[in-house]
């Protein structure tokens, strides 16, 4: 079986070839797989292509910036062309759970601002059922964060505080974040995220739902299959 990491980066060069074009806005994905998105749209730049790209997280924006990749504030552009962005979890329609990176916030703006969402990733992100692989990241206010957990709770999962280095993990825009065990999955994702969402405290959940136009997946075989919304 082929090393993962070569999967990622075959799945992320493919999409990066297939539709970043000379001209465009293109949004910068976080993640181990769309690391490579981000080095691909790099030599694009260096050849002569005039791209501005919009980070989603404050590590993807130094990543970018050290191979020459112009950032843009995305208040200064009306939108973006085409995001390329990797997933924790994908389902057979193309529903997501994405913020194991912890940029989950700048993430689903930047999504919501693009007209192409296309997410890279090996086979071993793609699930049946969200939520049975991948715990579901939900950024919360940290005050009352514990009292937010809570509410978390009663929708039927398991929320852990995220921690780095014995402390709180804090995201780029200074918030906590839980992550959301579900026993049995998520049966119903919308009805979860709007659930989710009334939450007094939640700032954004990671159900990333009819939000991707197109999966770009790397399998162990080598071969690279394109799964369309």
Wanted: net charge negative; with cysteine; aromatic share 6%.
């Amino acid at each position: 079986m082929p090393d993962l990491s070569n999967l990622k980066k075959a799945a992320a060069e493919k999409a990066v070839d297939s539709y970043v074009e000379d001209g465009m806005t293109v949004g910068l994905g976080t993640g181990s797989t769309a690391y490579f998105a981000i080095l691909r749209v790099g030599e694009l730049v260096a050849q002569g292509y005039k791209l501005r790209c919009v980070a989603t997280s404050q590590q993807t924006e130094d990543i970018a910036r050290q191979h020459g990749i112009e950032i843009a504030d995305i208040d200064g552009v009306d939108s973006i062309d085409v995001t390329i962005d990797g997933a924790d979890e994908i389902d057979p329609h193309l529903n997501l759970i994405k913020g194991l990176g912890g940029a989950l916030l700048r993430e689903k703006i930047v999504a919501a601002a693009t007209v192409a969402e296309v997410i890279v990733a090996d086979e071993t992100k793609l699930v049946e059922k969200l939520g049975t692989k991948a715990p579901l990241p939900v950024e919360v206010c940290r005050f009352g964060h514990g009292k937010t957990s809570y509410g978390l709770a009663r929708n039927g999962c398991q929320p852990t505080l995220r921690m780095k280095d014995g402390e709180p993990f804090v995201s780029d825009g200074g918030n906590y974040i839980y992550d959301c065990r579900f026993p049995d999955g998520i049966e119903k994702p919308y009805f979860m995220q709007s659930a989710i969402d009334t939450i007094p405290g939640v700032v954004e959940c990671g159900l990333f739902l009819n939000c991707a136009v197109s999966a770009v997946i790397a399998h162990s075989d080598g071969t690279i299959e394109e799964r369309k919304a």
